[in-house]
């Protein structure tokens, strides 16, 4: 497979400098953009060791699916997540993408560098403090500058998506003007609050007006526990007034990614592609 071995370590670009590795693959298919076009490897892939940045070729589990178009995503995972374990969670999405809209979904995730649980977390807090009420996030420019040098990378990403505190983090870098592009796709933010340090900066937007253009998908689960919906309400409500084209899909389930509820995931899909 082009630039895709077991247990290899390649470098990302000279902007980066930045370590890379090509996993294990249990399941391997092919996407081509048109006839006789070079073809698209692509994966379901379990990393052996953890990296800054992992790419992960993952689509569907049907070995004859055939895609006439690609999209790469930069995505950042929650609180306790890891680069590794991040793709699986989109599995479905990367299904319904290929099935209904004949489209490969190529995932690039980044990691947090704090540990924190069984994963990592992208600032650190003091207990009993949350992202929506914390005053400052510890260690957010070592965090920003990790996600900076995979963004403004030799590689165009279409699409950025984050979970949880993945999502505040590309609320936060929109907020602080510091994003290199905005990606032609959008943003995706699920389970997102409001950045509650960057408030200010949020405010700003709205007469700075950054660009209308620029879609963003909030997607938050109405029995979220973790999230109250309303710090999310409250983050898109001050993008779309900055100028940005907000929708938002709410499920009945919580936190998570609403993995198993077809019917969300289809139009998550369909508002990837539209």
Not at 140 to 150: M, N
Request: charged share 20%; aromatic share 8%.
């Amino acid at each position: 497979l082009e630039g895709v071995k077991r247990n290899r370590t390649v470098t990302s670009s000279p902007m980066m400098q930045t370590s890379v590795r090509r996993l294990g693959l249990t399941a391997i298919l092919f996407c081509s953009r048109t006839a006789g076009s070079a073809a698209y490897p692509l994966a379901y892939s379990f990393p052996q060791h953890t990296q800054h940045i992992s790419t992960a070729r993952s689509m569907a589990t049907s070995l004859d699916i055939e895609c006439k178009n690609v999209i790469r995503v930069l995505a950042l995972h929650g609180s306790e997540g890891t680069a590794a374990e991040f793709p699986s969670r989109l599995e479905s999405l990367k299904t319904a993408l290929a099935r209904d809209c004949n489209t490969a979904l190529v995932v690039d995730t980044v990691e947090g560098p704090f540990e924190k649980g069984d994963g990592f977390s992208w600032w650190t807090m003091p207990p009993g403090v949350r992202s929506f009420t914390a005053t400052e996030y510890g260690g957010f420019d070592e965090a920003a500058e990790r996600v900076l040098k995979a963004w403004d990378s030799e590689q165009t990403y279409d699409l950025c998506l984050g979970h949880s505190q993945g999502a505040i983090m590309l609320a936060s870098l929109i907020a602080l003007g510091k994003v290199p592009y905005h990606p032609s796709k959008g943003y995706i933010f699920n389970g997102v609050s409001f950045p509650n340090p960057y408030r200010k900066e949020v405010d700003n937007l709205r007469t700075e007006n950054p660009s209308s253009s620029s879609r963003i998908l909030f997607v938050m689960g109405t029995n979220d526990k973790v999230t109250p919906n309303e710090t999310g309400e409250e983050l898109s409500d001050g993008l779309e007034a900055a100028g940005f084209q907000v929708e938002t899909i709410k499920h009945p389930g919580g936190h998570a990614i609403p993995n198993g509820q077809d019917e969300i995931i289809a139009r998550i899909a369909k508002w990837i592609v539209q």
